[in-house]
């Protein structure tokens, strides 16, 4: 495979339990922090703050599942 297109292409062609293993198995690829960076950026620009706003207040009327189920539900 020599591009991105035909890395997509041949994802698309897995099965779910395919796609969770290609998942896990990024995380043995370095792409040199860059989304560790790029989430620290953000979170102290404030682009994070309405997500969280937003999550606290769905933990306080009850408006969440359990993780099991939300990572089941693939």
Same mark, same amino acid.
């Given at each position: 495979?020599?591009?991105?297109?035909?890395?997509?292409?041949? /994802?698309?062609?897995?099965?779910?339990?395919?796609?969770?293993?290609?998942?896990?198995? /990024?995380?043995?690829?370095?792409?040199?922090?860059?989304?560790?960076?790029?989430?620290?950026?953000?979170?102290?620009?404030?682009?994070?703050?309405?997500?969280?706003?937003?999550?606290?207040?769905?933990?306080?009327?009850?408006?969440?599942?359990?993780?099991?189920?939300?990572?089941?539900?693939?």
């Amino acid at each position: 495979m020599n591009s991105v297109s035909e890395i997509i292409e041949a /994802l698309k062609q897995l099965d779910t339990q395919g796609k969770r293993e290609f998942l896990h198995r /990024l995380t043995e690829i370095d792409f040199e922090d860059a989304w560790d960076r790029q989430i620290e950026a953000d979170a102290q620009s404030g682009l994070i703050d309405p997500l969280w706003r937003a999550a606290l207040e769905d933990i306080k009327t009850k408006n969440v599942k359990p993780l099991d189920d939300v990572l089941n539900n693939t």
